[in-house]
């Protein structure tokens, strides 16, 4: 599972385009979208993003880390890859992002996130992320 994921995170860094790079929020989890009084400037569809951990990146990079937090719904899934790529189809065609490089960040985030937290001594939170991980490349 990490081989896989160094090796795209490695196409990923190949791909970049500076040029095209934007502020990403960086963790834009449901816990961090609120839903703000009346559409506003910054949030037009009525959801604020708060608690940001923005860096400049891959424009598609965000869409990944929405579909990072659905490991129970895909631990339980037959077909995670199938389930998630559809996931990724849906973001892509909403956005006019590419659908491989949604489901290559979502892979990324859920084994970086996944790698994160158990070296944090969370074991309970991160094997889920690593689990589903482990089925999406094996």
Not at 12 to 38: E, K, M, Q, T, Y
Not at 81 to 101: C, F, I, K, N, P
């Amino acid at each position: 599972m990490v081989d896989a994921a160094l090796r795209i995170a490695g196409e990923r860094a190949d791909a970049a385009d500076p040029a095209s790079c934007v502020i990403v929020h960086g963790d834009p989890h449901p816990g961090n979208a609120l839903r703000v009084r009346r559409p506003r400037a910054g949030a037009p569809a009525g959801v604020a993003l708060v608690d940001p951990d923005g860096f400049v990146g891959d424009p598609a990079y965000d869409l990944g880390v929405v579909l990072r937090d659905w490991s129970v719904r895909l631990l339980a899934d037959d077909d995670p890859a199938a389930t998630l790529r559809r996931w990724s189809h849906r973001l892509a065609a909403a956005t006019g992002h590419d659908e491989q490089v949604v489901y290559d960040w979502a892979l990324l985030e859920r084994v970086s996130t996944g790698l994160y937290v158990a070296d944090l001594g969370a074991d309970r939170v991160a094997r889920p992320f690593l689990d589903v991980a482990a089925r999406l490349v094996g």
